[in-house]
């Protein structure tokens, strides 16, 4: 149960992301896949967080939390 959001991050990453490039080296495959982060974080909207990103998610709670 822990692992289920890793999984689906996992998946995610390979599906939309690695599956798709054909990376010639290490260092593309290392700055492609941070672009990915980036993105899935900052601007890819999840139904799970009511099609909020998780940086949406993560400084709404920080910001109440910091003024509580």
Do not use: C
Not at 7 to 13: P, Y
Not at 33 to 59: C, E, V, W
């Amino acid at each position: 149960r822990d692992n289920v959001v890793v999984e689906h991050l996992w998946r995610s990453l390979k599906y939309e992301e690695v599956y798709l490039r054909a990376y010639g080296e290490v260092s593309e495959a290392r700055e492609s896949i941070g672009r990915y982060f980036a993105f899935y974080n900052g601007k890819r909207p999840h139904s799970s967080l009511g099609a909020k990103t998780p940086d949406q998610m993560y400084f709404d709670n920080l910001r109440i939390a910091m003024a509580a």
